[in-house]
């Protein structure tokens, strides 16, 4: 299939041989199908990823720059993830940064990429050498990609399952791509970690949940994130202002809201 422009519109690309503003830039694991997106209402931006990979969250590196509203996450150190970090520190936007990455990198063929800026402007990369099934789809303001999967129908899951969760909380509907990309079919072997990182305007992510090792790694991060969900505005309200905060199982109660178990 003929590649589109990098940062194309609704682009799909399918590789199924062996052949200043906020920004989020994500380099693939082996073996991973993931999702970079922007949510319109909050501005924040997010990543998901699922893999075959141990404890593939570890192996991220995430980057967040308040001052500048930037932030990067890339899975493996390396030349892209220099060079991305070099666009991120001049405020480039995401097709620029995308262009010259694919440019900077001599093993680009072997690469999985996606970025998106705060625009909402999202592009991605599939090198021709990446294990198939491989292939990646652009879709308004998200990006879905995935390596050694078990065909097309995984990405074009994920993106389904996105766009029908319109109207649901953006890390909720993160997980809902991963959900709709394992229920295709997933990768060749199964997944067994999973993670999601939120970014918003202050230091540090919002939210970054992590399952390190599970037979059903999907299910086990959406069991976490219901878990930890309605505690995000209490460690919000206890980093801006902690003088008279009860304890966060307190803090539950007061809201209506049963303790996590």
């Excluded at 519109?9 to 989020?24: I, K, N, Q, Y």
């Excluded at 909720?172 to 918003?200: K, M, P, T």
Aim: glycine letters at 12%; proline letters at 5%.
């Amino acid at each position: 299939m003929i590649r589109p422009p990098i940062g194309s519109l609704h682009a799909r690309v399918d590789r199924s041989s062996f052949t200043g503003e906020r920004r989020l830039i994500f380099e693939s694991t082996n073996m991973t199908f993931a999702i970079v997106a922007r949510d319109k209402a909050t501005g924040q931006i997010g990543v998901a990823k699922t893999t075959r990979t141990l404890a593939a969250g570890g192996l991220d590196l995430y980057r967040h720059v308040p001052r500048m509203g930037l932030c990067l996450g890339i899975s493996t150190v390396g030349r892209c993830h220099k060079v991305g970090a070099v666009m991120i520190s001049n405020g480039l936007g995401a097709e620029f940064a995308m262009a010259t990455m694919v440019r900077s990198d001599e093993h680009i063929a072997y690469r999985q990429l996606a970025a998106i800026d705060a625009e909402g402007r999202a592009t991605a990369y599939t090198g021709a050498s990446c294990f198939p099934y491989a292939g990646h789809i652009v879709g308004d303001e998200f990006a879905v990609l995935g390596n050694v999967l078990v065909g097309p129908e995984t990405v074009q899951g994920m993106e389904q399952a996105y766009l029908k969760s319109e109207g649901q909380p953006f890390a909720r509907r993160l997980l809902a791509c991963l959900e709709g990309g394992r229920d295709a079919g997933g990768q060749h072997g199964g997944q067994r970690s999973a993670d999601i990182a939120v970014f918003g305007d202050r230091e540090g992510a919002l939210l970054d949940l992590r399952i390190d090792i599970s037979p059903e790694p999907v299910g086990a991060l959406l069991a976490l994130y219901e878990q930890f969900a309605p505690l995000v505005p209490y460690y919000e309200l206890h980093r801006l202002a902690p003088n008279g905060l009860p304890r966060a199982d307190d803090w539950l109660r007061q809201q209506g809201l049963a303790n996590p178990q």
